[in-house]
């Protein structure tokens, strides 16, 4: 299971990387830094969607590793093939869901004044800064958002890892922690 979460966290940062970087490279190499309303509006989508997909990602990896070290005999009942795809595909999921939600809501808000933004790809806080119309309501929803889909995995890393630390330094013999630590590397 480690492995097949590793492969998508590998997918993942290499799409990461093609959300942001061929366009800046573009913008480097002809001089034209222009990028349209809709190209921008797809980069934020796609690179919001990668963040969401890399924190449930990072999530469901330590949750496996909270398995292998802490309970090491039921490991393979409840870290089985069909338990694994469904955390991978529920982090996906989950990350393009929110981020469509999102930046449908940022792409119906009203644009004026100055269509310029000073950074070198399509973030939200600038491209809000942009907006003619009131996006209190629009922020504190993205916060909301934002918070459902970090807070909840950064916990459950969080306390997976205490636990597993917890697990390891009950363990007698110095051989043993240290392949125990091993496996968390």
Same mark, same amino acid.
């Given at each position: 299971?480690?492995?097949?979460?590793?492969?998508?966290?590998?997918?993942?940062?290499?799409?990461?990387?093609?959300?942001?970087?061929?366009?800046?490279?573009?913008?480097?190499?002809?001089?034209?830094?222009?990028?349209?309303?809709?190209?921008?509006?797809? #980069?934020?989508?796609?690179?919001?969607?990668?963040?969401?997909?890399?924190?449930? +990602? +990072?999530?469901?990896?330590?949750?496996?590793?909270?398995?292998?070290?802490?309970?090491?005999?039921?490991?393979?009942?409840?870290?089985?093939?069909?338990?694994?795809?469904?955390?991978?595909?529920?982090?996906?999921?989950?990350?393009?869901?929110?981020?469509?939600?999102?930046?449908?809501?940022?792409? #119906?808000? %009203?644009?004026?004044?100055?269509?310029?933004?000073?950074?070198?790809?399509?973030?939200?806080?600038?491209?809000?800064?942009?907006?003619?119309?009131?996006?209190?309501?629009?922020? +504190?929803?993205?916060?909301?958002?934002?918070?459902?889909?970090?807070?909840?995995?950064?916990?459950?890393?969080?306390?997976?890892?205490?636990?597993?630390?917890?697990?390891?330094?009950? %363990?007698?013999?110095?051989?043993?922690?240290?392949?125990?630590?091993?496996?968390?590397?």
């Amino acid at each position: 299971p480690m492995y097949f979460l590793l492969g998508n966290l590998s997918c993942l940062e290499t799409c990461y990387s093609s959300t942001i970087l061929p366009r800046t490279l573009a913008g480097l190499l002809t001089g034209d830094r222009t990028i349209s309303f809709i190209e921008c509006i797809t #980069q934020l989508y796609f690179f919001g969607s990668m963040v969401s997909v890399e924190c449930c +990602l +990072l999530s469901a990896m330590s949750y496996d590793r909270y398995l292998a070290i802490c309970k090491p005999l039921y490991y393979a009942a409840l870290m089985n093939n069909s338990v694994c795809f469904r955390l991978a595909a529920g982090s996906w999921v989950s990350g393009f869901v929110a981020c469509t939600i999102t930046t449908c809501w940022i792409s #119906q808000i %009203i644009y004026c004044g100055p269509n310029e933004i000073d950074h070198f790809f399509c973030d939200y806080t600038p491209l809000v800064k942009l907006s003619c119309s009131d996006t209190h309501l629009m922020a +504190l929803v993205i916060f909301l958002f934002t918070s459902i889909l970090t807070l909840p995995p950064f916990l459950l890393t969080l306390a997976s890892y205490v636990c597993i630390i917890a697990t390891i330094h009950r %363990i007698p013999s110095t051989a043993g922690r240290q392949k125990a630590f091993y496996t968390c590397c």
